[in-house]
Nanobody, 120 residues
Framework: QVQLAESGGGLVQAGGSLRLSCAAS????????MGWYRQAPGKQRELVAL???????TYADSVKGRFTISRDSAKNTVSLQMNSLKPEDTAVYYC??????????????WGQGTQVTVSS
């Protein structure tokens, strides 16, 4: 069983910054990747940023140059620094952890979500 604890989020004006953090805990053999997804009202959940083992990062085109993902593998944490926020960044942000648990490889675990609202 793996649990994800998210923190951060909130209300910010356009152009402002927020930082999201997520910590994984529980029983797992290894973590393959951690990342952030978001879901706006009426839209599908989409990838925001992902960081895999070795520090390989992937970003959505819409956030490149504004968001930075980082990971502390020793502490099993991932953070998302969001700068130059825009109203279209408003969404519920979900932490994701892809881990090897017991005999299952590549199991996806999700956080409960944290609201990010950017006012214009």
């Amino acid at each position: 069983q793996v649990q994800l604890a998210e923190s951060g989020g909130g209300l910010v004006q356009a152009g402002g910054s927020l930082r999201l953090s997520c910590a994984a805990s529980g029983s797992f053999r290894s973590i393959n990747a951690m990342g952030w997804y978001r879901q706006a009202p009426g839209k599908q959940r989409e990838l925001v940023a992902l960081i895999a083992n070795g520090g390989v990062t992937t970003y959505a085109d819409s956030v490149k140059g504004r968001f930075t993902i980082s990971r502390d593998s020793a502490k099993n944490t991932v953070s998302l620094q969001m700068n130059s926020l825009k109203p279209e960044d408003t969404a519920v942000y979900y932490c994701n952890c892809n881990a090897d648990i017991d005999s299952v490889y590549g199991y996806d675990v999700w956080g409960q979500g944290t609201q990010v609202t950017v006012s214009s």
